[in-house]
């Protein structure tokens, strides 16, 4: 007759052999209820202990509880094991190819021209300027009068301006640059002013690679006392750096426009190459970047600013040529085309 | 303006030698160098010879052989040239020597048979050597030119050619000696003009001068030169001024133009005997005609300067001469016309005919009235050289009002303040005299402006010329600062509302401001529409663009189409600009019409098509979410769509944006006809508003605190009439909800049989939330019956359970 002894020696030594057989959860539970469930050999066993001999009872207890912990704790281990082989199964199952494309959150892009322009706003913002915008549609004596351009200026030729139905004839522009808001803006502010003004001129051209009907403009005006030929130099070369790179140098040469006086224009060492010459520059070394000059006396008496008072600087920088150079638009038309290829390229 | 770096020789010792160097010392100058080109002989290996021997060639009788002494050795060529004999000088090209073909490409010269006689080189004509058409013979040169010389440095060869930008208010540098005056101020050297000195001989001048139009001629000289004969120029000046770009004519056109180069000064040089005995300087009498040098025939007016003979206009003054009068072949006498004209005369008359020359380009700035009578001796003195004419004494200078210097009193002080230098006066007196500005006394300065500067009648003019000369990289940099300033708050506005468009996935576009009536009327917009009445450009550049855009929807449905055709699939479009309104701007300048900010955008095409998933057609719906995108950003309380059919858009896909009691924008689907119009397929989902209304700053907005107690959420189906608005009863539901509230989302529409015809279902899910305790569904109860019963006896929509 086999004893409890026997019985339970054979389970156990069989034991490691079941649960290593178990290849999943399921087989495993038969394997744990067929060893220390209810009605397996251990469950038996516990219930014969009471006929036992009342001597031997306590020890045999004991080793019914030591088989079956034992069997238990590597019921357990294996269940472990089991367990993580199945999660390590299930993550297998939900592999995918992790290269195809993503979900991109769909973004637009701001014009190129609205972020050159914001950039350089803010740049005088820095400088404690004020920002102004003001009419497109504007009155000649705004555009031109007030600004010294005198009535047989060929800037005025309908060859140059476009000209709008509007009032008197010819007294009402598409204004042909941003610096009527100059007059506009001393007239409605007493000196001293600092402001930068952003927005769309026009001109009477036909569009190609270099001429556009429509463009953009930032004007730039300080008035105060004491305000001379250095602060137009250091300001705007302050700009440059700020816009083309720390490391930029820059030159000033004289110019002609009838609103300033004496008159400049701004160059800076070119940033592709350094100023050694190269296709950016169109081998020069330097590029164009705006115009300039100390305000002709003639503009602050239209205005009602004393010019024996006030001195002043004022810019003009046309946004889509800065643009241009420094991403290398080669073509003028590409801002107006509004190709959702180009527009997608100003991230 | 042109002129080469060896013509500056001649009036300038410049200390440098490099292009680039001087090119910098123009740009500082201001006059920017526009191109720099070297000038090189258009031939190499030409040398200087003499014909020793002519002989027939055995074999030809149309081509001889020359023997050709080069000074060191003789040899003997083949020559199809019959224009010299033998003594001849000419230019000589030994095998190795480059040549231009006739259509002036560079070859090398050869030795090569001719006609069974080899040819060890040949005798150039002009053509051969590049330097002009003729090949009718070959080039002989004057006697005594050394044998053996390099024919090359006979000519201005190599040379260097500046192309400047002369700005407008410098007249007086439109030449070599304005510029050369220039740089002799820069590096301090004296400036050497020619020696203009004639001699006059033979029966005395009779042409008269009638000058009855002193206004717009102030000065007009007259001088007869007689016995010219009209050939080439010198090699030497058609080179020249063939470098600056003026093509040469003949030896008496081609001194006219040369010392309009070289002194600035326009002059004229009319035959003496079509001219007849008399000028007249007079206004045109309206309707007179005359044929000027380009062959137009030009009716003139009134207003037009002219210079005539005894009947009829034979020049327009200051800007071209007349055919009538015009130097012939066949010209022996001359009068030569050198005049100070009204700059605004010659302006208006240029304009009127649409003529600018370079005659009109210099008078119309200003020429000096004071340099008239040299420039006339120049013409006289170089036609002397080069045409072999002898100036008749007495020649008229009809100046009646002599035109005096005029002088500016400059304060130190003055310059100081605009340049932020203080300059001493030593300092401005070197600089402005060695401009030729005569200075008297210290502080104030007296200066005498030349009246070759017309640009100067005021301090500031000077400071210029001062700042100029100094150098402006000389002075000092200071950076100006403004006393706070920033950015308004509705340039912030704007930038936010661009924020939010690129946010929600559109590109911002920048569309002309221009539309044409086809895009009206593509948009099907009813005659008496306001955004028909737009503002007309006086001179577009092309109808289309001819009046000022009203609405920015044409400029983006032409974008995304054109997008469409380029097979760019998924356009998503928005521009925020100016719109122009017939209407006084009252806010800005009553003078100028109204010029509000609008706010377009536009989704056209398939939307979103990836891997996993089909691509979409925009709709209606597109359109409303970005109206609510915005109404939330820019915090629109109160703005609600209502359905419409406003023109342009699809009569039941559409809503107008309400707000503050009066519509102010459109959002929906495009009419598809107008969708057609512009050439785009499918459903277009487009919105535009009046985006000035809502660029004043709203108050700050207040924080609410999230509860931080669990919600109480259930939904409510309601069987109401098919066309209830979904607006209608979700505000009401939103009402009878109350403060606690949190959350309300319109989860299912649906219509079918189980409703019935006519009917629709609308699943809203409520979400309620507690700020300071735990909600229970008994306290909801109520709430949901008072909600049901609301919406029953305001919209007409039944409960029908809660899902």
């Given at each position: 007759m ?8 054979a389970?156990r ?8 057989a ?10 744990e209820a067929?060893?220390?469930?209810r009605?397996s ?5 516990r219930r014969g ?7 031997e ?11 079956a ?18 999660a390590n199964?299930?993550?297998?199952a939900?592999?995918?190819d ?5 979900r991109?959150?769909?973004r ?10 914001e950039?350089m706003v803010?740049?005088?913002?820095g ?7 003001g009419?497109?549609?504007e009155t000649?004596?705004?555009n031109f ?5 005198p ?6 030729a309908?060859?140059d301006?476009?000209?709008v139905d ?10 042909t640059?941003?610096s009527p808001m100059?007059a506009?803006y ?8 600092h402001?930068?003004?952003?927005g769309r001129a026009?001109?009477?051209d ?11 403009q930032?004007e730039?005006?300080?008035?105060d006392e ?5 602060h ?14 720390a490391?930029e ?5 004289p ?7 004496p008159?400049a224009q701004?160059l ?6 350094d100023g ?5 520059c169109s ?5 164009e970047i ?15 600013y004393?010019?024996?008072?006030v ?7 046309g ?10 638009i080669g ?7 509004n190709?959702l290829?180009?527009l997608?390229?100003f991230v | 303006?042109k ?10 010792d ?5 292009p680039g160097e001087l ?9 920017a ?5 070297r000038?090189?002989a ?5 040398v200087?010879?003499?014909?020793t021997v002519?002989?027939p060639?055995?074999?030809a009788?149309s ?10 050795r003789?040899?003997?060529?083949v ?5 010299f ?19 002036g490409?560079p ?12 040819s060890?080189g040949m ?8 330097l002009?058409?003729?090949h ?11 044998l ?7 000519l ?9 930008e002369i ?12 510029i050369?005056r220039e740089?002799a ?6 400036l ?10 033979g029966?005395?001048a009779?042409?008269?001068?009638d ?5 717009g ?6 001088r007869?030169?007689?016995?010219v004969?009209?050939?080439?120029a010198?090699l ?10 003026v093509r ?5 056109v081609?001194v006219?133009?040369y010392v ?5 000064h326009?002059?004229h ?5 079509r001219l007849g005995d ?9 309707g ?8 137009v ?10 210079i ?14 007349g ?7 066949a010209?022996t006498?001359?009068?030569i016309?050198?005049?100070y004209?009204d ?11 649409g ?7 210099r008078?119309?700035?200003g020429?000096d ?21 002898v100036?008749a004494p ?9 035109i005096p210097?005029?002088?500016?009193e ?8 605009v340049?932020?230098r203080?300059?001493?006066s ?7 005299e ?14 005498t402006?030349?009246t070759?500067?017309?640009?100067v009648?005021?301090p500031v003019?000077?400071?210029?010329d ?6 402006y990289?000389?002075?000092?940099d200071?950076v ?5 300033g ?11 509302v ?10 911002e576009?920048q569309?002309f401001?221009f539309?044409g009536q086809?895009d009206l ?12 009445q737009?503002?007309?450009v ?7 663009e001819?009046?000022m855009?009203t609405t920015?929807l ?8 054109n997008?469409?055709?380029?097979r ?12 122009f309104?017939?209407a006084?701007?009252?806010?800005v300048?009553p ?12 989704l056209?095409?398939?939307q979103?098509?990836s ?12 359109a409303?979410g ?20 406003p ?10 944006v309400m ?10 689907e495009?009419?598809?006809n107008?969708a057609a119009a512009?050439?785009?397929e ?6 535009e508003?009046d ?10 907005w ?7 107690y669990p919600?109480?959420?259930f939904?409510?189906?309601f069987?109401?009439?098919?066309e ?16 606690l509230?949190?959350?309300l ?9 189980q409703?019935g ?6 699943a809203?899910?409520l979400g ?12 909801m109860?109520?709430?949901r019956r008072?909600?049901?019963a ?5 919209v007409g929509?039944?409960?029908r359970?809660?899902?």
């Amino acid at each position: 007759m086999t004893t409890i002894h026997d019985t339970l020696e054979a389970l156990r030594e069989s034991a490691d052999a079941r649960l290593a057989a178990a290849a999943t959860i399921a087989e495993l539970d038969e394997v744990e209820a067929a060893t220390v469930g209810r009605g397996s050999p251990v469950a038996t066993a516990r219930r014969g202990l009471g006929q036992a001999d009342p001597a031997e009872r306590p020890a045999l207890g004991r080793y019914i509880n030591d088989v079956a912990t034992e069997i238990a704790a590597k019921v357990a281990a294996r269940r472990q094991e089991l367990e993580l082989a199945e999660a390590n199964q299930r993550l297998a199952a939900d592999r995918v190819d992790v290269t195809l494309p993503g979900r991109v959150p769909r973004r637009g892009t701001h014009h190129l021209i609205t972020q050159t322009l914001e950039e350089m706003v803010d740049i005088f913002i820095g400088l404690g300027f004020d920002v102004a915008t003001g009419p497109e549609i504007e009155t000649a004596w705004h555009n031109f009068t007030a600004l010294n351009i005198p009535e047989t200026h060929p800037a005025r030729a309908e060859s140059d301006t476009l000209y709008v139905d509007w009032g008197e004839a010819e007294q009402t522009v598409l204004r042909t640059h941003t610096s009527p808001m100059q007059a506009r803006y001393m007239m409605a502010h007493p000196p001293p002013v600092h402001v930068v003004v952003p927005g769309r001129a026009f001109r009477q051209d036909a569009v190609d690679a270099t001429h556009s009907p429509v463009f953009h403009q930032m004007e730039g005006l300080a008035v105060d006392e004491g305000v001379n030929f250095a602060h137009l130099k250091g300001t705007l070369a302050h700009f440059a750096r700020e816009f083309f790179g720390a490391g930029e140098r820059v030159r000033f040469t004289p110019d002609h426009f009838p609103f300033t006086e004496p008159s400049a224009q701004m160059l800076v060492s070119c940033f592709a190459c350094d100023g050694g010459g190269c296709r950016i520059c169109s081998f020069v070394g330097w590029i164009e970047i705006l115009g300039c000059g100390m305000v002709n006396p003639a503009v602050f008496r239209y205005v009602g600013y004393d010019p024996s008072q006030v001195t002043g600087w004022a810019f003009g920088i046309g946004v889509e040529r800065v643009a241009a150079i420094r991403h290398g638009i080669g073509d003028l038309r590409h801002f107006f085309e509004n190709d959702l290829r180009t527009l997608r390229q100003f991230v | 303006m042109k002129t080469t770096m060896r013509w500056l020789r001649e009036f300038v010792d410049l200390p440098t030698e490099d292009p680039g160097e001087l090119a910098s010392v123009l740009d500082n100058l201001g006059f920017a160098v526009e191109e720099v080109r070297r000038i090189d002989a258009p031939f190499s290996g030409v040398v200087v010879g003499s014909v020793t021997v002519i002989r027939p060639h055995p074999d030809a009788d149309s081509i001889r052989l020359a023997t050709v002494d080069t000074g060191d050795r003789q040899v003997e060529v083949v020559c199809g040239a019959w224009n010299f004999d033998v003594g001849a000088t000419i230019a000589f090209s030994p095998p190795g020597a480059t040549l231009r073909d006739p259509d002036g490409n560079p070859f090398e010269v050869g030795e090569r048979a001719i006609r069974g006689v080899v040819s060890p080189g040949m005798i150039c004509s002009l053509r051969e050597l590049g330097l002009g058409d003729d090949h009718t013979g070959i080039l002989v040169l004057a006697d005594g030119t050394p044998l053996g010389t390099d024919f090359a440095s006979l000519l201005p060869y190599p040379d260097v050619m500046f192309d400047l930008e002369i700005t407008p208010n410098r007249p007086d540098a439109m030449c070599t000696e304005g510029i050369a005056r220039e740089l002799a101020a820069h590096y301090q050297v004296p400036l050497r003009t020619p020696e203009v000195e004639i001699t006059e001989s033979g029966p005395p001048a009779t042409v008269t001068v009638d000058l009855q139009d002193p206004d717009g001629c102030p000065r007009f000289t007259a001088r007869e030169v007689r016995g010219v004969t009209v050939g080439p120029a010198p090699l030497w000046m058609r080179i020249r001024l063939e470098a600056c770009g003026v093509r040469s004519l003949s030896n008496v056109v081609d001194v006219s133009n040369y010392v309009m180069l070289e002194l600035g000064h326009p002059n004229h040089v009319f035959d003496r005997h079509r001219l007849g005995d008399r000028i007249v300087v007079r206004r045109a009498g309206d309707g007179e005609r005359l044929e000027t040098l380009d062959g137009v025939t030009r009716e003139l007016t009134a207003a037009d300067l002219v210079i005539a003979d005894a009947t009829k206009p034979v020049g327009l003054a200051g800007v071209m001469g007349g055919g009538d009068s015009e130097v012939s072949a066949a010209t022996t006498d001359v009068v030569i016309e050198a005049a100070y004209f009204d700059p605004p005369t010659v302006l208006l008359t240029a304009k009127r005919h649409g003529l600018h020359t370079e005659a009109s380009a210099r008078f119309q700035r200003g020429m000096d009235p004071n340099n008239a009578e040299r420039a006339n001796r120049r013409v006289a003195q170089l036609l002397a050289e080069h045409a072999g004419g002898v100036a008749a004494p007495g020649a008229v200078d009809a100046y009646p009002a002599h035109i005096p210097p005029w002088q500016v009193e400059l304060p130190l002080a003055e310059v100081e303040r605009v340049t932020g230098r203080r300059f001493t006066s030593d300092e401005v007196t070197s600089i402005l005299e060695r401009l030729g500005f005569e200075c008297q006394g210290a502080d104030p300065l007296a200066v005498t402006v030349p009246t070759r500067r017309p640009d100067v009648r005021e301090p500031v003019d000077l400071i210029e010329d001062i700042a100029r000369l100094w150098g402006y990289d000389n002075f000092g940099d200071e950076v100006s600062l403004g006393y706070g300033g920033g950015l308004p708050a509705r340039e912030q506005r704007l930038r936010k509302v661009r924020a939010v468009m690129v946010g929600a996935g559109y590109s911002e576009a920048q569309t002309f401001a221009f539309v044409g009536q086809a895009d009206l009327d593509g948009l099907g917009l009813p005659a008496d529409d306001r955004r028909r009445q737009g503002i007309a450009v006086v001179n577009p550049l092309r109808e289309e663009e001819g009046v000022m855009r009203t609405t920015l929807l044409p400029g983006l449905l032409k974008a995304a189409a054109n997008n469409l055709n380029r097979r760019v699939p998924d356009v998503a479009l928005f521009e925020a600009g100016k719109v122009f309104i017939p209407a006084p701007d009252q806010a800005v300048d009553p003078d100028l019409p109204a010029q509000p900010d609008a706010l377009a955008w536009v989704l056209a095409g398939p939307q979103g098509a990836s891997w996993d998933g089909a691509a979409r057609e925009p709709d209606v719906f597109d359109a409303t979410g970005v109206w609510q995108r915005l109404a939330a950003s820019l915090e629109l309380g109160g703005a609600e769509l209502r359905q419409a059919s406003p023109p342009a858009m699809h009569p039941e896909r559409s809503a107008e944006v309400m707000w503050e009691g009066s519509v102010f924008g459109v959002v929906g689907e495009l009419h598809p006809n107008v969708a057609a119009a512009f050439g785009l397929e499918g459903r277009v989902a487009v919105g535009e508003i009046d985006l000035e209304r809502v660029l004043a700053t709203p108050p700050f907005w207040t924080f609410e605190t999230p509860s931080s107690y669990p919600p109480v959420i259930f939904d409510l189906a309601f069987d109401c009439a098919a066309e209830l608005p979904a607006a209608a009863l979700v505000a009401t539901v939103r009402r009878v909800a109350g403060p606690l509230l949190e959350r309300l989302d319109v989860f299912d529409v649906f219509t079918g049989d189980q409703l019935g015809e006519g009917r629709k279902s609308i699943a809203v899910r409520l979400g309620f939330r507690a700020p300071d305790r735990t909600l229970t569904d008994e306290e909801m109860a109520p709430i949901r019956r008072a909600i049901a019963a609301a919406v029953e006896d305001e919209v007409g929509g039944m409960l029908r359970g809660e899902a």
